[in-house]
């Protein structure tokens, strides 16, 4: 346990509609990313931020954007949801740990976009 | 082509069997090699982390890497009905900012 927590953990809303995903870290963590989980494409980077304001896109950033004001939030924002956006939402922090940097990830978001 | 092809499975097998799961990439610059385990609706967890080729080993599981063929491999002896889950592969060419390229997923179940 990372000490990483998601809200909403799940959530339904309306195409056209702004939808913002938080992710909470306890731990301090530089580093946060923001991926997506599809069936027949795995985990996908949406961004990522390594440090308080600085974030930087990802491989499927196009209709997302993110802000870091603080270290321990990460937020996700829907600007303006689509169906194609319907999928599980996963937040993640790299842990330094015996020479390696490792990524731990949240307990997801499921967003349904109807 | 994807940079990472992992089989979806599904792989089903008896309790107490050596299980093999299998990754291949092809950007030759991947050198850290993780394998995350995934339960239904829960986040993925981390299983194995591994730099360069060779092989590590932590209690049931074994981790292997061969860079010359661009594929990864773990192996799970002795295999109990709680390893039923789905398995992904990642990689990444840096240390660090590690801006990970996932595998697909395996989903295992292990018949008691």
Known sequence: ?????????HKV?????PVTLRCHQTENHRYMYWYRQDPGHGLRLIHYSYGVKDTDKGEVSDGYSVSRSKTEDFLLTLESATSSQTSVYFCAISRVRDYSYEQYFGPGTRLTVT | QKEVEQDPGPLSVPEGAIVSLNCTYSNSAFQYFMWY???SRKGPELLMYTYSSGNKEDGRFTAQVDKSSK???LFIRDSQPSDSATYLCAMSAYFGNEKLTFGTGTR?????
């Open chain 1, 13 to 17: 809303t309306e195409t056209g509609t």
């Open chain 2, 37 to 39: 385990r995934q339960y």
């Open chain 2, 108 to 112: 295992l179940t292990i018949i008691p």
């Open chain 1, 1 to 9: 346990d990372a000490g990483i927590t998601q809200s909403p953990r």
């Open chain 2, 71 to 73: 594929y990864i491999s």
